[in-house]
T-cell receptor, first 116, second 113 residues
Framework: AQSVTQPDIHITVSEGASLELRCNYS??????LFWYVQSPGQGLQLLLKYFSGDTLVQGIKGFEAEFKRSQSSFNLRKPSVHWSDAAEYFC??????????????FGKGTHLIIQP | DTGVSQNPRHKITKRGQNVTFRCDPI?????LYWYRQTLGQGPEFLTY????????KSRLLSDRFSAERPKGSFSTLEIQRTEQGDSAMYLC???FGKGTEAFFGQGTRLTVV
């Protein structure tokens, strides 16, 4: 069965500093990988996705993530965070084939706190 | 707004009552998903439709839960005889098909008192 681990429950970063959120996945085939962001009481917004090809993917709001198959990781990075980046971040893995087993498996999330 | 729409946004109900939530996906999306998210956790997959066919159900979907998508457009999720453990955010998502990402609605927050 597929699984996602986000080892950091909370991360505190100063505004303007760089950010890296960790994500490790377990999946038997080629995965689809995603990072979503959730503000309090809101739904999920897609930041970026990896399906195939270039292992460094660019997303919205200045985020990027790198797929490393050998490490089963898909870490999210941003060179300089803004106070508006404070939110909950979720890594997710999905089936490549898009067949019957089609839902996403999410990690438990990392809560990002931005210090002024 | 052409995003995924969920109604109501909030629902407070007494234990034992039935509740129904609605999800309107993005119009051309044929795949629709329901997830449940409890406090401090990531969303957990409940069920999935391709057009009107319910193709997969999680073990989390007890027999008190039922979902429909009668014409392959909007979907409803009904919870019968609600329990306090059903209190959660219920998220709906849709996507067009293989190789595309899912778009999520704002969710329905259910509180069972």
């Amino acid at each position: 069965a597929q699984s996602v681990t986000q080892p950091d429950i909370h991360i505190t970063v100063s505004e303007g500093a760089s950010l890296e959120l960790r994500c490790n996945y377990s999946y038997g085939a080629t995965p689809y990988l995603f990072w979503y962001v959730q503000s309090p009481g809101q739904g999920l917004q897609l930041l970026l996705k990896y399906f195939s090809g270039d292992t460094l993917v660019q997303g919205i709001k200045g985020f990027e993530a790198e797929f490393k198959r050998s490490q089963s990781s898909f870490n999210l990075r941003k060179p300089s965070v803004h106070w508006s980046d404070a939110a909950e971040y979720f890594c997710a893995v999905g089936a490549y084939s898009g067949g019957g087993a089609d839902g996403l498996t999410f990690g438990k999330g990392t809560h990002l706190i931005i210090q002024p | 707004d052409t995003g995924v729409s969920q109604n109501p946004r909030h629902k407070i109900t007494k234990r034992g009552q039935n509740v129904t939530f609605r999800c309107d996906p993005i119009s051309e999306h044929n795949r629709l998903y329901w997830y449940r998210q409890t406090l401090g956790q990531g969303p957990e997959f409940l069920t999935y439709f391709q057009n009107e066919a319910q193709l997969e159900k999680s073990r989390l979907l007890s027999d008190r839960f039922s979902a429909e998508r009668p014409k392959g457009s909007f979907s409803t999720l009904e919870i019968q005889r609600t329990e306090q453990g059903d209190s959660a955010m219920y998220l709906c998502a849709s996507r067009f098909g293989k190789g595309t990402e899912a778009f999520f609605g704002q969710g329905t927050r259910l509180t069972v008192v």
